[in-house]
């Protein structure tokens, strides 16, 4: 996942703009989610804290640390979002529009930049999926952790841009 995800994120100005953009556009969803809730008896769960939780579920199988980083910034992120979703309803619709489609834009001048088609294009879902964990795992690569994890997907990266030099 990662290696298919970093051969359209190279340019550092696109890994940046994805940096704010993704943590964007997952806090308008959030807001939007945290308009809906389950009840289950007394209790309630709240869609918002769904989605982070079944994204942490799911980062858990692919690495344990970075699903750990994950659930804390979601989860702070997921906290905030709701504090939002309870403000007027055309203020926290306007915060969750802005952030939503504020950060898809600026992730498509990013490719632009770049000069690379948005992952989102081609595998949506998977796009979906590998945003919010690509955002954990740049970080730890901008503060110099895990380097031999780098290494390899930039050694993927370029033998799959080999492969496709070789047969095109």
């Not at 709701?82 to 926290?92: D, G, R």
Request: with cysteine.
């Amino acid at each position: 996942m990662l290696t298919g995800y970093a051969a359209a994120h190279q340019h550092p100005v696109n890994i940046a703009v994805h940096m704010v953009g993704i943590p964007a556009i997952m806090f308008g969803a959030l807001i939007a989610l945290g308009w809906v809730s389950i009840e289950f008896g007394q209790y309630s769960l709240n869609l918002a804290w769904l989605l982070v939780l079944g994204f942490f579920l799911f980062y858990l199988t692919l690495d344990t640390l970075f699903a750990l980083v994950f659930l804390i910034v979601a989860g702070l992120l997921a906290a905030l979002a709701l504090q939002v979703s309870a403000l007027p309803t055309a203020t926290s619709v306007t915060v969750a529009a802005v952030c939503f489609f504020g950060g898809y834009l600026a992730q498509f001048i990013g490719h632009a930049i770049e000069k690379s088609q948005p992952v989102l294009l081609k595998h949506p879902i998977q796009a979906q999926l590998a945003a919010p964990f690509f955002t954990v795992v740049e970080a730890f690569k901008l503060l110099g952790l895990r380097d031999e994890l780098f290494t390899a997907v930039q050694t993927s990266v370029a033998n799959r841009r080999k492969k496709t030099t070789d047969s095109g």
